[in-house]
């Protein structure tokens, strides 16, 4: 049996899914009893408010927000990485990580699993996606409005002066923009979920990481570069036969994010010796942040849930 929730402003609505009509219900006003599992995406301020009202009445709340995710009762789960961490859910709830963290995390994690990770830098090349409808539709609005004339402008430095960015800190089109989120010190609080969804996940509270956010001019797809630092040397033939039999991982010469799109698995690849610090790698993964970063990973911990 499938229900659906929303806000009063869609609340009677009817979605239709397998042939037959459901009525979106008010989930400021509905029972909540019979639920087994609850798949939230409704923004932080909402998923504090509703989902313990959904998990006390007996269902495990999946939650894409952030609201959840650094609650030490919590566990922040990526499918085939953590699994373990559902053993223990005292609040009835399960974060679903960041989208970027969830990608680095599929590269990550089995090399974390031959040597601890004791540093990572991170530079994350975010699709427009990631900032939802809002974000694809400022880039084509952008690229739409630029039309013919976008090389000149380019070239002759005055692109920026042509556009008037409302979703992004600068123009988009043509463009990277390395700042998403908001500032905190000296970092934003995308970077800072990089650095401590990352310890979490991988149960390594004193690892050492910064990450620098990038938003791209890509319609979906996030991808990273990351050096990472192990306890002990790994060599690069360790690490691909560790991320060949990895679950969800394509080993490839070239990641990119347009090849990942509509795909469940990540990509990872160009793997190498970084020598300007010991015992590290480098290497470059890209996934599908609407799927392994978003909807599917809340569909697999369900799934695993049901396994239960």
């Not at 961490?85 to 599929?106: E, F, H, Q, R, S």
């Not at 880039?139 to 039309?147: A, V």
């Not at 960015?165 to 043509?174: D, E, G, L, N, R």
């Not at 691909?240 to 990872?268: I, M, R």
Request: aromatic content about 6%; overall charge negative.
């Amino acid at each position: 049996e499938l229900r659906f929730f929303a806000s009063e402003r869609s609340a009677g609505t009817k979605l239709q899914y397998e042939g037959t009509w459901i009525e979106v219900e008010n989930m400021h006003e509905s029972d909540f009893s019979g639920l087994d599992v609850a798949l939230f995406s409704c923004g932080g301020s909402t998923s504090k408010e509703v989902a313990p009202k959904v998990a006390s009445a007996g269902a495990i709340v999946i939650d894409n927000s952030s609201a959840w995710r650094m609650d030490p009762d919590v566990p922040l789960v990526v499918a085939d990485v953590n699994d373990y961490a559902l053993a223990y859910i005292p609040k009835g709830i399960v974060a679903n990580p960041n989208c970027t963290t969830m990608v680095a995390m599929m590269a990550m994690a089995p090399l974390h699993a031959l040597s601890p990770i004791a540093g990572a830098v991170a530079s994350a090349f975010q699709a427009v996606s990631g900032a939802g409808t809002a974000g694809v539709a400022e880039l084509r609005s952008q690229l739409d409005e630029l039309g013919p004339d976008a090389q000149s402008l380019v070239f002759d430095g005055s692109l920026s002066s042509k556009l008037a960015p409302s979703k992004f800190v600068a123009p988009i089109a043509y463009n990277v923009v390395p700042f998403i989120g908001s500032l905190v010190g000296e970092e934003t609080d995308e970077e800072i979920k990089f650095r401590n969804e990352s310890r979490k996940i991988l149960s390594a509270p004193t690892l050492q990481a910064i990450c620098t956010c990038v938003r791209v001019p890509v319609l979906t797809g996030h991808s990273l570069s990351l050096s990472l630092r192990f306890e002990s040397p790994i060599s690069v033939e360790q690490a691909e036969s560790a991320l060949v039999e990895a679950p969800g991982v394509d080993l490839v010469d070239v990641p990119t994010p347009v090849a990942t799109a509509g795909s469940d698995n990540c990509q990872v690849g160009r793997v190498r010796i970084d020598p300007t610090t010991p015992n590290s790698l480098a290497l470059f993964v890209a996934g599908d942040n609407l799927r392994k970063g978003a909807a599917l990973n809340a569909v697999q911990v369900a799934e695993r849930l049901a396994g239960k």
